[in-house]
């Protein structure tokens, strides 16, 4: 197997096409794109690579790379959650004789890789000098009809979606023009959860390369205002939950709403799954509690990480001269 890592600005449009084909057609996720990935890169200013792997001549597996250097070190991402990239990891076809993986890549002294498996990619090789597991929550669209898939939600989610209903809240979905209006909510509650925010433009551009087939932003209305929005995002192989934000002074079901209403148009648009984009039962239960009663089914996705040891050094001098510095000051 040839291994090689290509910079995306240096791809051709043919070999954009070849990935972007290959992706559709291996259960790649919306994640894995190179038009998403370079909006990624732009705005988190990364060096975006692609892994490629061949053999006779033909593509058998495909990974984004961003790669952060600074004076010492370069550390490389496959997945960037700082980004909202969740995901990562190879995409491989059937076809594929041997197991692809970060190992085949020769490393420089001062490099480490961490790369995230997709929630469908199972069974790399883990064969690197640190590895966590992380979770999700899948909800099966292929196999399930949309009366199933009400009946699996919990019941306490059902009547909140049954309280909007009969509460006249609406759901619209927002075009390009429009998503200030998601932003807006989006901002507010970032503000007042302490979370960092990214400029409107990083959501405008995902959803223009996505749109109007691969993303969807939906408002819920109140008495002519908007109390809660989300942005979901996805392909054939599974749609995701990716932001979302609610007006907490009202207590009408508005979020419970629009994650039916997106799964409703995850399966319409024909996706296998529907993904609630990442929980985290320790640091917030509640969340993944929330997610949980939606109906779904926990999974596991590996995170995994190489380094050299020249780089565990340089890492370990640089964090212990920054401590030295501030402790000075």
Known sequence: MNVSKRLAASLSKDLKAEIESFLEGNGGLV?????????????????????????????????????????????????LAKYEIPY??????????QDINMAMLKLGLNESIEYTSSSFIYGNSIDDLSNRMKETILIDLDQQSVDQLWG????????????????????????????????DLLISMNQRTGMKSKPLEFYQDIYRVLSPKKACVMAAYFDGKIIATIMIIGNNTMWHYWQ???????????????????????????????????????????????????????????????????????????????????NAN
């Open 244 to 326: 979302g934000a609610t007006d907490t002074s009202y207590n009408l079901g508005a979020m419970d709403l629009l994650l039916w209403e997106s799964i409703i148009h995850a399966k319409a648009s024909g996706g296998e799954a529907f993904d609630l984009c990442v929980i985290d039962r320790v640091k917030l239960p509640h969340l993944a509690k929330y997610k949980l009663s939606f109906g779904g089914v926990p999974v596991h996705y590996l995170v995994k990480g190489k380094k050299r040891i020249i780089a565990r050094i340089l890492t370990k001098l640089i964090h212990a001269r920054t401590h030295k510095v501030m």
């Open 88 to 97: 990562g990891g190879w995409i491989k076809d059937s076809f594929c004789s």
């Open 152 to 183: 699996s939600i919990g019941a306490k989610r059902r009547n909140m979606i049954r309280k909007a209903q009969k509460n006249d809240v609406l759901v619209r979905q927002l075009s390009d023009g429009d998503l200030s209006l998601f932003y």
């Open 31 to 79: 994640f894995h794109r190179v038009d998403v990935n370079e909006v990624a890169s732009r705005y988190s200013g990364s060096m975006l690579y692609y892994v490629l792997g061949y053999q006779h001549g033909n593509l058998h597996g495909v990974c984004p790379l961003h790669t952060f250097r600074n004076s010492f070190t370069n550390i490389s991402y496959s997945g």
